[in-house]
């Protein structure tokens, strides 16, 4: 839930039904928003006992840009969340790695390069703040780049894959199964939605063609459990989700 809409609409909601929130913190409430108004927020959050985990902003970000002065735009972005981190504490902080093979076209070693650069700067601060990066796929139509990045942080545990079911439906053409063979070990957190294959429709959950109960047998396999969060894009579809969660029996593997 972008923090605008926390803050404008459903705050009230969040805390009435005991809601955990994936919070995304975008360009435009990095803006608005004050470091006060972002802490009283998290306090409230909490002093609800909930749960909380973020999601970075993305619009026109590239971790791995070969141009240095738009990276280092985006890790200036990525730096105004993790300065919000003492005060959300969140299990995970979600980024994108932004890799487009057709955008980085013959200059994938650079992008790779440059990502590590990004995200190594990071990498402490998560450590001692308790939290994960958690790198969630997009565009990519493999996992072959993102394996290569989690790769070169593979003695950290404070980065990890967040794997975005819709986004692995309609933009890979490599196999659920070779996803989970590359990366399952590395799979930390979870985005859960659901589309026909060919757009990001973000449906809920068994209303697309996302093969979810495959999906939970190759995590049980890896014996991994991530942290999940359901990005239904209207309050409908998460009532929605949570019923077809129940019906397709999905609760099973999901647990608390």
Known sequence: ?????????????????????????????????????????????????????????????????????????????????????????????????????????????????????????????????ETKIAIENVYESSPKFLSLLLDTFKESQSICLCFDTGHFNAFSSSTLEEWVDALGFRIGHIHLHDNDGFADEHKPVGEGTFPFHRFFELLREKGVRPVVTLEPHTKEDLWHTLENIKRMGLLDYLGE
């Open 1 to 129: 839930m972008p923090f605008r809409m926390l803050v404008d609409e459903y705050l009230d909601i969040i805390l009435k039904e005991k809601i955990n929130p994936e919070i995304g913190l975008d360009c435009f409430a990095l803006d608005r928003f004050s470091v006060s108004e972002f802490r009283d927020v998290a306090d409230l959050l909490h002093d609800a006992g909930l749960s909380i985990t973020l999601h970075a902003p993305f619009f026109d970000l590239r971790p791995g840009a070969i141009d240095r002065k738009i990276r280092e735009v985006t890790i200036e972005r990525i730096r105004q969340v993790f300065d919000l981190v003492p005060f959300f504490r969140p299990r995970s902080v979600v980024c994108h790695a932004a890799f487009d093979e057709k955008y980085y076209v013959s200059n994938e070693d650079v992008w790779l390069e440059n990502s590590r650069d990004t995200w190594s700067r990071f990498i402490e601060t998560a450590a001692e703040m």
